[in-house]
């Protein structure tokens, strides 16, 4: 699997890298490559069609990102609403979107923030108030990847009136439902090929099928399964460090100065040491936590080492960014050389899916309890 992913990376998406990154257009091509060679299944049950087994994703994604963060991220960004139903959803759901989703002729996308809460999910304001036979939606998101080419997106929001009580659920909003609107796309520094828009609800109805999982509780359990696809985020950084590093190793040993090549300067040799140590100790941490997941592990002890993957490969994935552009001096600020890309694409890592100070709060939780519960 590895081999046939790093293959296809090689020979039909790293071309396509730079451009998609300029363009910031979306590549449908790449989706439909991807399709093609079915990697949506990757981590998903057998009846899917898939491997169930999260290594194999992990690996696919890295793969992938080493050569373009932006095609890496298609996977991804399909595998989250995926995971949420497949953790939260009723049967009478599953059966009506897993199957697409799986076979890639779905697409969809899921939304929590918003411009008051991002970090602080019970801070959110969108409502979800109780109609005849469903619920009337009425709010706003941002930031929601992949929202534009999706068929739906899972929306968070709470129910009761603002102010009051009021649990929080995620609905199935469907492109064209009356009142739902997505925005124009951010201009985004990093993550460029897969927009991120604004949503609009305006007294969205949704009916009752559309609440995934039992009124109160199905964000919750949502939210634990997102543990488990948190080594897949971190899969993306070690494929973008691995990336970064094939590209310095390349440049160094073609760049000259002061009669030699800089690759034969100690200094830089130690860097690139450096860079390829975080890089492999951060890979094992990937590993380990997908296969963690493979092995039926979860609750407290899977959130702990998901955390810790999270965090450590997407620090890494900044630092040995940083370090590859500084390795290309000012070929490193050029726009005609690949590497400022990897630096851009790192940043969002250590902010999406949880930022770093959020992963560094579970870690600590887990070491001494959750302050506001003592
Ligand atoms: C490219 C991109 C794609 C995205 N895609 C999606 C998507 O598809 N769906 C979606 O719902 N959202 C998406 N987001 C939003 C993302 O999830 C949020 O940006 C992220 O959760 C942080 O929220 P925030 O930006 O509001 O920052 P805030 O929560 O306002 O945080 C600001 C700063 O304070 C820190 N901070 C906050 N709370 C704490 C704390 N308790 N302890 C210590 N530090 C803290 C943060 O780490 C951060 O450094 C995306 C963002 C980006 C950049």
């Not at 999260?54 to 890295?62: D, H, M, N, P, Q």
């Not at 009142?179 to 796309?185: A, L």
């Not at 696809?229 to 971190?234: F, K």
């Not at 000012?330 to 992963?359: C, M």
């Amino acid at each position: 699997m590895q081999a046939l992913v790093r293959r296809i990376a090689r020979e039909r998406v790293a071309q396509c890298a730079n451009e998609i990154d300029r363009s910031a257009d979306y590549p449908q091509d790449m989706f439909e490559l991807l399709r093609e060679i079915g990697l949506f299944t990757l981590p998903f049950p057998l009846e899917y069609g898939g491997t169930a087994s999260l290594l194999s994703a992990c690996v696919a994604v890295e793969e992938l990102g080493r050569v373009c963060y932006n095609t890496a991220y298609l996977l991804v960004v399909q595998w989250l609403p995926f995971g949420a139903i497949l953790a939260g959803g009723t049967e009478e759901q599953k059966q009506r979107l897993l199957p697409g989703l799986a076979a890639g002729t779905l697409r969809a996308a899921f939304s929590t923030t918003e411009p008051q809460s991002g970090s602080d999910v019970s801070g959110i304001r969108t409502r979800a108030i109780r109609a005849d036979g469903g619920y009337r939606i009425n709010g706003g998101k941002i930031w929601c990847t992949n929202a534009a080419v999706s068929d739906f997106v899972l929306v968070a929001a709470k129910t009761g009136e603002e102010g009051g009580g009021g649990s929080i659920n995620l609905y199935i909003v469907e492109r064209g439902m009356p009142g739902f609107q997505v925005g124009r796309k951010e201009d985004k520094m990093g993550a460029r090929g897969v927009p991120s828009s604004p949503l609009f609800f305006d007294d969205v109805f949704v009916p009752e099928a559309n609440r995934l999982g039992p009124e109160g509780l199905g964000f919750k359990v949502v939210m634990e399964a997102f543990n488990q696809s948190r080594p897949v985020i971190a899969a993306r950084a070690i494929g973008l460090a691995q990336g970064a590093i094939d590209h310095s190793v390349e440049f160094v040993q073609g760049r000259r100065a002061f009669g030699q090549k800089v690759g034969d300067f100690q200094g830089i040799r130690w860097m690139l040491a450096d860079m390829e140590i975080q890089t492999e100790a951060a890979r094992q941490l990937v590993y380990r936590s997908a296969a963690m997941v493979d092995a039926g592990i979860s609750g407290p002890e899977l959130a702990h080492a998901a955390a810790i993957t999270k965090c450590f490969a997407t620090d890494v994935a900044m630092k040995v960014a940083t370090d590859a552009v500084q390795l290309f001096g000012a070929a490193g600020i050029s726009n005609e050389y690949p590497i400022n890309r990897y630096f851009r694409d790192a940043k969002v890592l250590q902010i999406v899916e949880g930022t770093n100070q959020i992963q560094r709060n579970i870690v600590a939780n887990g070491l001494l309890g959750r302050p506001d519960r003592r």
